[in-house]
């Protein structure tokens, strides 16, 4: 049974940085790749940044948190990051991780991040 837990969500003001986690209890965790998604209040899902399985050597990024939002992963540990800087207002959302591998997607339970101006 695959399971994602997120951490690191809380209250920051603009300008300042977070660092989200998802640790993943899941056989195989380096074949899967691992992204962020976010969800605003009375928005969609909208997609954030993902890492490609093994190395992590392909990342997509939004255009939204280029510049601002990085990912890794840590195979080693079955865990994802997320580190945000420059936060700004409409960051705010709940913030989930993802895995996917050969068609199947799993979703964590996610982490508010709330942005004060």
């Known amino acids: 049974q695959v399971q994602l837990v997120e951490s690191g969500g809380g209250l920051v003001q603009a300008g300042g940085s977070l660092r989200l986690s998802c640790a993943a209890s899941?056989?195989?965790?380096?074949?899967?790749?691992m992204a962020w998604f976010r969800q605003a209040p009375g928005k969609e899902r909208e997609f954030v940044t993902a890492?490609?399985?093994?190395?992590?050597?392909?990342?997509e990024v939004a255009d939204s948190v280029k510049g601002r939002f990085t990912i890794s992963r840590d195979n080693a540990k079955n865990t994802v990051y997320l580190f945000m800087n420059s936060l700004k207002p409409e960051d705010t959302a709940v913030y989930y991780c993802?895995?996917?591998?050969?068609?199947?997607?799993?979703w964590g339970q996610g982490t508010q991040v709330t942005v004060s101006s």
């Open positions: 993802s895995a996917r591998r050969s068609g199947s997607t799993y």
């Open positions: 890492i490609s399985s093994w190395n992590g050597g392909t990342i």
């Open positions: 899941i056989r195989a965790f380096g074949m899967y790749r």
